[in-house]
């Protein structure tokens, strides 16, 4: 039986910040079952930090979060618009822009009101830069990493990322059999935002031909190349994953909207079809693109997901019971550990094209990058 220690905490918060992903009630669930046993009181806070601002709070109780360890999303809700320091209240500017004010005193008076002592922020780098001001004022802000873009500074793995690539592979899967049929090119466009991670992973588990990845703009004419000379050696298909912030050498990355009332306002879209067309076009051989879009983030997680996330929620919780102050939960090196959360704040752990042995590996069985460094059997 495992001690009960608090170190004096008695109430805290949980969040859940940004866009949703599998393994977020895994979290939820860990905190709050291990909190709860060491006689420390629970309570949710919907949507994100705008739960702080319009006082949306409930309390977590064992009955609550029950049954929710292989449910996808979040039982809390999420929202990647709500940044206390820049939140938009709804009005707008005269050129019709939205008013952004700084709401940070509306968190205060809520976390006085339900007495809550520390957040635990369940996010990407965005929701770290939102809980950033607060631990800073003595807040106490612990950190668990989430992102299917897994482009966390200071861990290896952040939950939800597994899942993604597992959604993705079977996607891609899919689309090899129909691509044979029709001897197509078909081009399937995946999330990450400027991080390769997703694309990478799964473009290697599913065989993917061709990988485009942000941190390696590619030549078209040299993926052109690499198609005509598979086709020249009997191999009549292809298939290119490309994630959705890959961009041509020179070139810009392609951006679908903008939304000027989320404080990462870039809504990255539509790289699939312009290389599809690209290559109908200069090849003449008959392509088709897929935008794989929120399919990836949703559905329930996979073991993995459910497993690392149970382990950083059980680490968070250990974390405010020990005392520690403003750490964010990290893996590194296959081990548990914690760090600052500012050092997570607003970066991004980009693909390294000059030292990663996924790369390598993709490489050694015939993958082109689009970069000239490819090989065909
Ligand atoms: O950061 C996670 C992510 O799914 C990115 O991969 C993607 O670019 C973005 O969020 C999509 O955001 P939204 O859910 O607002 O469309």
């Keep these: ?8 905490v008695k109430r805290i918060g949980i969040l859940t910040g940004g866009g949703d992903c599998p393994g977020l009630n895994a979290v939820i669930r860990a905190v709050t079952k291990d909190a709860l046993f060491h006689g420390i ?9 705008e739960g702080l601002i319009l006082d949306k709070v409930e309390r977590l109780t064992r009955d609550r979060v029950s049954g929710i360890l292989n449910r996808g999303g979040t039982i809390l809700g999420s929202s990647n618009k709500a940044n206390p320091k820049s939140y938009a209240t709804g009005g707008r500017h005269a050129d019709g822009s939205p008013v952004l004010e700084d709401v940070s005193d509306d968190v205060y008076k809520c976390l006085e009101k339900h007495e809550i002592e520390a957040l635990v922020c ?20 612990i950190g668990v990493p989430k992102t299917i873009d897994n482009d966390l500074v200071g861990t290896d793995i952040t939950f939800g990322f597994a899942t993604a690539v597992a959604n993705a592979t079977d996607a891609l899967d899919k689309v090899h059999s129909t691509a044979a049929s029709h001897h197509r090119t078909i081009v399937v466009e995946v999330m990450g935002r400027n991080a390769g991670w997703l694309a990478l992973n799964a473009g290697l588990a599913s065989g993917s031909d061709v990988i485009l990845i942000p941190e390696i703009p590619f030549d078209i004419d040299d993926i052109c190349e690499y198609i005509r000379e598979r086709a020249a050696g009997g191999r009549t298909y292809t298939i290119v994953c490309v994630s959705e912030g890959a ?14 009332t989320s404080p990462d306002p870039i809504r990255l879209g539509g790289i699939a079809k312009w290389v599809s067309n690209q290559i109908e076009d200069q090849t003449r051989f008959e392509c088709r693109h897929v935008v794989l879009g929120h399919v990836q983030r949703g559905g329930p997680p996979v073991a993995f997901d459910r497993v690392i996330a149970t382990r950083f929620g059980h680490a968070a919780s ?17 081990r548990l550990t914690d760090i600052d959360i500012l050092a997570a704040a607003d970066k991004q752990r980009l693909v390294d094209p000059n030292d990663c042995d996924l790369l390598d590996a993709a490489r050694s069985v015939y993958t082109c990058f689009g970069d000239g460094e490819w090989q065909v059997a």
């Design 247 to 260: 961009k041509p050498k020179g070139g810009k990355q392609i951006v679908d909207r903008v939304d000027p």
């Design 318 to 334: 250990e974390l405010l019971r020990s005392g520690k102050r403003n750490r964010l939960v990290v893996m590194q090196e296959g």
């Design 41 to 49: 009181e629970v309570y949710g806070i919907r949507d994100g930090f």
């Design 1 to 8: 039986m495992t001690e009960k220690t608090n170190h004096g």
């Design 122 to 141: 369940l996010g990407g780098d965005g929701t770290m830069s939102a809980a950033a001001p607060f631990a800073e004022k003595g807040i106490n802000c």
